[in-house]
């Protein structure tokens, strides 16, 4: 059965760095398009970054928001994606949600398996 589990959030000062973590069982996350999504109260779902299978060579992508800021990747050995997230700002906080698919990769909402969720909050 397939399950993610995201870890890594919690409270950090504005300005300060996270790093989240989804690990992953019943799926090989190299062989899929693996994303993050956060959704904050109030507000759509929206996506954060995403990267392709290694066959699809790995390409990434960001959100507009968190460009030069986060950084997506994967330790296949581990089988856990990571989002490096720095010089984090008001606007990050929200329920981060990992996700993935074996026949895509993007930041639409088109991912068959999705975590639970860990929280960010971020203090000024």
């Known amino acids: 059965q397939l399950q993610l589990v995201e870890s890594g959030g919690g409270s950090v000062q504005c300005g300060g760095n996270l790093r989240l973590s989804c690990s992953a069982s019943g799926l090989a996350l190299d062989d899929a398009g693996v994303a993050w999504f956060r959704q904050a109260p109030g507000k759509e779902r929206e996506g954060v970054s995403a990267?392709?299978?290694?066959?699809?060579?790995?390409?990434?992508v960001y959100g507009d928001s968190v460009k030069g800021r986060f950084t997506i990747s994967r330790d296949n050995a581990k089988n856990i994606v990571y989002l490096q997230m720095n010089n984090l700002k008001h606007e990050d906080p929200a329920v981060y949600y990992c996700?993935?698919?074996?026949?895509?990769?993007?930041?639409?909402?088109?991912?068959?398996?999705w975590g639970q969720g860990t929280q960010i909050t971020v203090s000024i």
């Open positions: 996700a993935a698919a074996p026949n895509y990769w993007g930041l639409h909402q088109l991912y068959v398996s």
């Open positions: 990267i392709s299978d290694v066959r699809g060579g790995s390409r990434i």
